[in-house]
């Protein structure tokens, strides 16, 4: 009996703490002071951990202090909360980045027709990259309620902006022009969804508008300047891209530095700019550029960026390895990519041009050719890539196969000039004129808007149709041919004249017809062909006299005139010979060395040489034998030839190069 009242006495303390630590937790809510209501709410599962309510409260508390994690944690360790919080467990699968788990929470919630369940599944589309989806949900949304949050149209719009098939949307039907005044964050992704369509100039205008709206509400709620330049940090990244889409790189450059200088909090914004440098830079600065491409492929970003984004930068990386010649690390990035984008064309171009650096023709060609195989509906860049290497190892016919293969591109006018032109090249013209007559069947059966450009377009296939035909003179084909444009086009002469041409090769008397048809001759341009024939040829002076244009641009003379005058040149005065004597004719063999000149005479040398002559000799004895030997050679000597002067000119001219610097060696 002592036991059970000891027993009751405790309950009763005990339920007294718990109603003082619920009426602490219900001042700190009033207060919203969650780190307090964190620490209650513990205390409370200290006395009963099977508190339901005490663990929901300490679940919505963490998430308040952005402690997802740990929020996650209390709920998969209280079984009772799985029923009642599955939304929230929705929201903290969502916010750790796993995606899939919380759509499928998501999916098990029976009432999901409040708003706030459908914000967050059209988020978590939005995250899973299923933009179409995502973009149904916000429609459902803004159309289930009369006037949508401002969060929910920002969130729409950045799901239109992601979502290519959605570019006729009317944006001023959906976000008006004071809500853009109000939300830069509405702002910015309105600019994204016009620099999605391709509309540079809205898109600069609107982010221009959403760095003016975000300065001054910062500034009226007395943020500092530190503060206001973070959160304009992203804004003028994307202000940096739109200036790089418009050509204006030194302005982008500027700014992309400039946001980095003020080193934003947001991880994200930096990897960016760091990449779009990188973009810029292109060839320059390679050890640089690859500084800031490690910095923006961290790992911490993962959950950050959009997949595009990883995709773009992963990207980048690979290029930059393979402009430094690091082929290995270039492939270990490569497979990277294809792990996490199987379904992406960039890393097989490179890949390929990888190959093709290292001059591996055979194993250019593999990846493509696979990748085509494996994705046929997305391959028109890789096949074009493989058209190339076929054209440059001169496979001409396997690149007009490959090119027939692409069914997305085959009725451009790109590609059926490329084809033509290379059937030509293989001097096929049957071949040439079947490209042609399928690209104007398919334009007969377009259903273009622009009837302009499909005429013009037809003008442009029928006008190359001709030319084969007149160059392998298929005259009559040809005839035709131009008799259809000169229907299409009477206006144009050149299909009259052109129409005659081909017609008299192959029917004379109807070209004789067809060339009354001819417009009349301007008078200014008839002449009696007599006159014309008798006219004599025109001479050309070498000072050809200036035109009046040329006269007029002149300074008059007179009045300061002279001294823009002509000067005129002065005759130099021939410099003779001394001692020239005109009635003299020159020496003939003046061209020749002296020593091959008739009236040379060796030197005798020196008087009384030591060491010359034969062992033995007396000085004077080796001076006369010399001087013998030498007048008996110049008497025996012939007259030399024009081909003896012409070997003389050469040898000498052979041999002064190795005397100079015989001589410059012995200084």
Not at 323 to 352: H, T, W
Not at 475 to 489: G, I, N, P, T
Not at 500 to 515: N, V, Y
Request: proline residues 4%; aromatic residues 4%; contains cysteine.
């Amino acid at each position: 009996q002592e036991g059970k009242q000891i027993t009751r006495q405790t309950q009763q303390l005990v339920m007294e703490e718990v109603q003082g630590l619920y009426l602490d937790l219900s001042n700190a809510a009033q207060k919203s002071d969650h780190e307090k209501i964190a620490d209650i709410c513990s205390k409370l599962l200290k006395v009963d951990g099977k508190d339901a309510d005490a663990s929901h409260c300490l679940v919505v508390s963490l998430i308040h202090q952005s402690k997802y994690a740990d929020a996650l944690k209390v709920i998969e360790s209280n079984p009772s909360l799985s029923s009642r919080t599955l939304f929230e467990k929705a929201y903290l699968l969502y916010r750790t980045n796993k995606l899939a788990e919380a759509l499928d929470t998501l999916q098990r919630i029976t009432a999901t027709t409040s708003v706030g369940h459908q914000h967050l599944q059209a988020q978590v589309l939005y995250r899973l990259m299923k933009f179409e989806s995502s973009v149904k949900m916000y429609e459902k949304i803004i159309a289930d309620s009369k006037s949508a949050a401002a969060d929910v149209k920002t969130n729409y719009m950045a799901a239109l902006a992601s979502n290519a098939t959605h570019t006729d949307v009317k944006v001023q039907d959906i976000v008006s022009s004071k809500e853009l005044q109000d939300s830069h964050e509405l702002a910015y992704n309105v600019a994204c969804y016009h620099l999605e369509r391709g509309d540079y100039d809205q898109a600069n205008r609107i982010l221009q508008l959403a760095q003016k709206v975000c300065r001054d509400s910062m500034t009226a709620d007395d943020a500092t300047e530190d503060e206001i330049a973070d959160e304009l940090a992203v804004l003028l990244v994307q202000s940096g891209y739109v200036a790089q889409m418009l050509g204006n790189a030194d302005d982008a450059m500027q700014l992309y530095n400039s946001v980095l200088k003020n080193k934003p909090s947001d991880a994200a914004v930096a990897a960016v700019a760091s990449n779009n440098i990188v973009s810029l830079k292109k060839e320059r600065n390679l050890f640089d550029s690859l500084k800031k491409s490690k910095t923006a492929a961290s790992e911490a970003l993962d959950t950050k960026l959009s997949s595009k984004q990883k995709l773009v930068i992963a990207c980048n990386r690979a290029l930059l390895l393979l402009y430094m010649n690091k082929g290995d690390q270039c492939r270990e990035v490569v497979q990277g990519i294809v792990k996490q984008f199987p379904d992406s064309d960039v890393p097989v171009l490179i890949m390929a041009a990888l190959a093709f650096k290292e001059k591996k023709l055979a194993k250019c060609e593999e990846p493509l050719k696979a990748y085509a195989a494996k994705y046929p509906d997305k391959s028109a860049r890789v096949l074009l890539a493989l058209a190339q290497m076929q054209l440059q190892q001169n496979a001409v016919r396997a690149a007009i196969a490959t090119l027939e293969s692409i069914a997305s591109l085959r009725d451009k006018p790109g590609m059926v000039r490329s084809l033509v032109r290379l059937y030509l090249h293989m001097n096929d013209p049957d071949a040439a004129l079947r490209t042609l007559t399928t690209a104007l069947t398919a334009l007969d059966n377009t259903m273009d808007v622009d009837g302009s450009k499909v005429a013009a377009l037809r003008l442009k296939y029928l006008e190359e149709m001709g030319e084969v035909l007149v160059h392998h003179k298929r005259f009559s084909e040809a005839a035709d041919v131009y008799q259809r444009l000169h229907a299409m086009d009477p206006a144009k002469p050149v299909y009259l004249y052109r129409l005659i041409q081909a017609t008299a090769a192959s029917d004379p008397h109807r070209a004789a017809k067809l060339e009354s048809e001819l417009p009349a001759m301007p008078r200014s341009m008839q002449a009696d062909p007599d006159v014309l024939e008798n006219i004599a040829a025109p001479r050309l002076d070498r000072k050809l006299k200036p035109s009046e244009s040329m006269r007029k641009k002149r300074p008059a003379e007179g009045a300061g005139g002279e001294e823009h005058a002509k000067k005129k040149r002065k005759k130099r005065k021939k410099r003779l010979p001394k001692n020239y004597d005109p009635n003299v004719p020159p020496d003939p063999e003046r061209w020749l060395p002296k020593e091959l000149r008739s009236s040379y005479k060796k030197g005798k040398g020196k008087k009384g040489a030591v060491g010359k002559g034969p062992q033995g000799a007396l000085p004077s004895q080796v001076s006369t034998a010399s001087a013998t030997h030498t007048e008996q050679s110049q008497s025996k000597a012939p007259a030399p030839t024009a081909a003896a002067i012409a070997a003389a000119e050469k040898k000498g001219a052979s041999a002064a190069a190795p005397a100079a610097a015989r001589k410059k060696g012995r200084r």
